[in-house]
């Protein structure tokens, strides 16, 4: 897990490189924090006996409003996500760099996210595909250092992330089911 270690420590460096390795393995790592901080709010709600769910006039979502345990377990979720999203603005900026493009390339694409999703396209197919380039104005291709070996930690990444989803759904659905109401 030398990529994220990698993340933390460049939390506040916007210059430099991110091979698609050091971009993917925290971001899949980050999500999977996620997911399964999430669950755990559903569980806690479960345990507690709330409900989060609702149905009114066909619109389906979830909110933590009346259920104390609920609000109190999701803290530790959105305190994550701020983090996530400190670290991850760095981050970004260093892939795209990596791929050679600009930080506000990136801010456009993160711009589209919010405006109409369209932005996520951008930052898939930039993070994922592009590869690194040769040596530009950000540094030397951090590809010719080799520091990483093997693809464990992506392994893990992947399986990690897997194993938060189906956890939190888990979760989900069983909240769910403390009201059979919702689905009339």
């Known amino acids: 897990m030398k990529e994220y270690g990698k993340m933390i420590k460049n939390a506040f460096n916007y210059t430099g490189r991110a091979r698609r390795r050091e971009y993917w393995v925290p971001s899949l790592l980050n999500s999977a924090i996620s997911c399964s901080l999430m669950g755990i709010m559903f569980l806690v709600a479960t345990i507690a006996g709330d409900c989060l769910w609702y149905n009114m006039n066909g619109s389906f979502g979830y909110a933590t409003t009346g ?91 992947v399986v990690l992330y897997v194993v938060a989803i189906i956890f939190q759904i888990i979760c989900m659905v069983s909240n769910m089911m403390l009201d059979p109401t919702l689905f009339y």
């Open 67 to 157: 259920s104390t345990a609920a609000t109190i377990a999701y803290v530790p979720s959105a305190l994550f996500s701020i983090f996530a999203f400190v670290v991850g603005l760095s981050l970004g900026v260093r892939r795209f760099h990596d791929a050679g493009f600009k930080a506000w390339v990136y801010a456009l694409c993160y711009v589209g996210i919010c405006c109409c999703g369209l932005g996520a396209i951008g930052i898939l197919v930039i993070g994922g595909c592009f590869d690194s380039k040769p040596d530009n104005e950000w540094g030397p291709n951090p590809k010719t250092m080799n520091e990483y070996n093997g693809s464990g930690s992506i392994i893990l990444g």
